[in-house]
């Protein structure tokens, strides 16, 4: 796993190259298309750190690329790489038929496995098995939520998405602190 | 037939262990679970933990951009802000 800073110099020279091409591209820019812009570069340039290793980072530059507008600056900041992120992408879909296919399996054993643990403490309190099926049900429902807020999490199994999450947290933070490194120097620097 | 079901019994032996170190992993990321001392944090409660914290992070990224876009006035970020930053980020 790459260091966090070796990750924050990555984040910091691409997104700097990304704000760069879409000053070229707009002149004049409102506060909010400027927003718009520094948030899009920052988070292709988080993406394209991983260099297309990881799930997520390849989601997030698809999503990106679905709206004409920003799929040139996207095409611009990963040059020769975009192709390459493109046609992994083009599996993702490919891939989640098996992963849907395991998916059924892992569930069905699960509920094998909850069966079998049923029967054996079904001399148990009945509170203890309304707890664990609770239990349960709340797993399922953040599991979903996760997978909404990793970008191309709906393709993943859950093993997947663990590790794809560990990663997301490790980027985002990265890119977090850079960002609020640029702020506060700005910030200084404007006082002066 | 029975090659699915020996398939099935690999998954789930698997996945179970595996769950757990990755789950354990995460753990050690999530600023407030660090704190506790207790190993028994459940997985629904890190899951929990997992999403808060992502949601926090995705809304700090939106807030710096907003506040980067008034302070610099061009997009161009300045050269010599992006040293500064490069050195302490070194």
């Known amino acids: 796993m790459r260091s966090p800073s070796s990750l924050k110099q990555e984040f910091l020279k691409k997104w700097m190259m990304g704000l760069h091409i879409y000053g070229s591209l707009k002149k004049k820019m409102s506060l909010l298309e400027r927003k718009k812009a520094i948030k899009l570069s920052a988070d292709i340039a988080m993406a394209s750190a991983r260099n297309g290793t990881t799930c997520w980072s390849r989601a997030l530059v698809a999503n990106a690329s679905k709206d004409e507008q920003d799929k040139i600056l996207v095409q611009h900041i990963l040059g020769t790489e975009s192709e390459r992120l493109m046609k992994k992408v083009s599996v993702l879909p490919l891939m989640s038929n098996k992963r849907i296919r395991s998916k059924k399996v892992l569930r069905r054993s699960y509920g094998s496995i909850r069966r079998a643990k049923k029967s054996n403490i079904a001399a148990s309190p009945p509170n203890k098995v309304l707890a ?49 490194s640029l702020a506060n120097a700005s910030e200084l620097n404007n006082k002066n | 037939m029975s090659s699915r079901r020996s398939r099935q019994s690999g998954v789930s032996r698997i996945s179970d262990d595996q769950i757990i170190e990755l789950v354990s992993k995460l753990r050690q990321h999530l600023p407030e679970i660090r704190e506790r001392r207790s190993d028994k944090v459940s997985a629904s409660k890190v899951l929990q933990e997992t999403c808060s914290y992502i949601k926090n992070l995705h809304k700090e990224v939106d807030d710096l951009s907003e506040r980067l876009s008034q302070l610099l006035s061009t997009i161009d970020a300045d050269s010599a802000e992006a040293a500064i930053i490069r050195s302490l980020i070194m």
């Not at chain 1, 990663?167 to 985002?172: E, G, K, T």
């Open chain 1, 132 to 180: 664990i099926s609770i239990a349960k049900r709340l797993v399922r429902k953040r599991t979903l939520l996760l997978k909404s807020l990793v970008p191309g999490g709906e393709f993943m199994d859950e093993i997947a998405l663990i590790e794809e999450t560990l990663d997301y947290i490790l980027s985002l933070r990265a890119q977090v602190d850079v960002m609020r």
